[in-house]
């Protein structure tokens, strides 16, 4: 069995925040699933897993980059409670936003989304509806981190978070409908629904801002039924990307 030094398990639980994940351009996944699921989609700097791993799943332990290790070390540089048998290390990719492309489809725009779980059930969301590109505010949760990572069940291998200026990015896209869920806004049932556009999401516990909000072409609710029954405050960000995008869909 290759030795695991202390400094390699520091390093590789190091990843666990983002200064050091984008100071070193490097994420990491765990568990055999989220392992198995974006090894084919990603730069491999490392592998680290168990000898019955290793027996398991031979193809990949024969890759240069693995190395067969105790569950100690695993439990060293895992972030999760339960460790798994294997962690993947990976380059960050760089993607590009092709704002032309995107005039064409559906995408979705993240008004500073913090938390991780919620991002990354949004990111499997969008994946299961077949949008690809995802715009988020600097603001927004990283969605290299360790619990989006999990999250999102392997879908950040097929949707690209692009971060920037969301305002910005919004105010370059003059042709597009810009679509914001808000509790005053027209019943998402009986509305309009173009196939193509963009959906904001806001903030869990403000919304969306008052500059990206500007930018809304179409201003759009979820209601709760039946109608004037007392109910909870707001839906949770990711349910209701779920259902927004799910009402998208269904008028295509």
Avoid at 36 to 47: C, E, I, K, Y
Avoid at 162 to 190: K, N, Q, V
Avoid at 191 to 210: D, F, Q, R
């Amino acid at each position: 069995m290759e030795t695991v030094t202390n400094n390699i398990c520091k390093a590789v639980a190091s990843l666990d925040e983002r200064k050091h994940r984008r100071r070193e351009g490097a994420f990491k996944a765990e568990g055999t699933k989220c392992v198995l699921d974006t090894l084919p989609h990603f730069s491999l700097r490392a592998l680290y897993a168990t000898q019955e791993w290793a027996d398991e799943h031979p193809d990949v332990a024969s890759l240069p980059q693995a190395v067969v290790t105790g569950r100690g070390e695993l439990r060293k540089m895992s972030s999760l409670t339960t460790p798994g048998q294997v962690i993947a290390v990976y380059d960050i990719p760089e993607r590009r936003f092709d704002i032309e492309a995107a005039s064409s489809s559906l995408i979705l725009a993240l008004d500073t989304i913090q938390d991780p779980g919620n991002l990354g059930t949004i990111i499997r969301v969008a994946d299961w509806y077949g949008i690809t590109d995802i715009l988020a505010s600097r603001e927004t949760a990283d969605c290299f981190a360790p619990k989006v990572i999990q999250a999102t069940m392997g879908s950040i291998s097929r949707v690209a978070v692009h971060y920037c200026d969301l305002t910005d990015m919004l105010g370059r896209m003059p042709s597009a409908r810009i679509y914001g869920t808000f509790l005053d806004g027209e019943d998402i049932d009986t509305a309009e629904l173009a196939p193509n556009g963009v959906i904001v999401i806001g903030n869990e516990g403000n919304g969306i801002s008052e500059a990206v909000g500007s930018l809304v072409t179409d201003r759009i609710t979820i209601p709760s039924w039946p109608a004037g029954r007392p109910t909870g405050e707001s839906l949770n960000a990711a349910i209701a990307t779920a259902i927004t995008i799910s009402k998208f869909r269904s008028k295509r």
